[in-house]
């Protein structure tokens, strides 16, 4: 499985931006999906994740309400969609996938199997 984000960029505060993750050979046993962030001197965080079947979504206390998760499963995408942006939300954003069906754990780090490249995002005050 290879992941490739894409959609960062500068903006300002208060603007929205939307990334995207493509999963490529997404397998049956591909189970969820889900963003992280790592700004710089900081740990890598959980921002939001989404599981394949039925769509659940889980969002850290950070982002919930301004950013929305979402996945296509045809064309084998997830989205973030980020607004009202604060200069906070910079930082480097990554997704990750987990193979395998677990229930519990997905916003932690060890919880995914296989993580992209990441993209920066930069908010201006």
């Known amino acids: 499985v290879q992941l490739q984000a894409s959609g960062g960029g500068l903006v300002q505060a208060g603007d929205s931006l939307r990334l995207s993750c493509a999963v490529s050979?997404?397998?049956?046993?591909?189970?969820?999906t889900g963003w992280f962030r790592q700004a710089p001197g900081k740990e890598r965080e959980f921002v939001a994740a989404i599981k394949w079947s039925g769509g659940a979504t889980f969002y850290s206390d950070s982002v919930k309400g301004r950013f929305s998760i979402s996945r296509d499963n045809a064309k084998n995408q997830v989205y973030l969609q980020m607004n009202s942006l604060t200069p906070e939300d910079t930082a480097v954003y990554y997704c990750a996938a987990k193979v395998g069906a677990i229930n519990s754990g997905l916003t932690r780090r060890s919880y995914y199997d296989y993580w992209g490249q990441g993209t920066q995002v930069t908010v201006s005050s």
């Open positions: 050979e997404r397998s049956r046993n591909s189970f969820a």
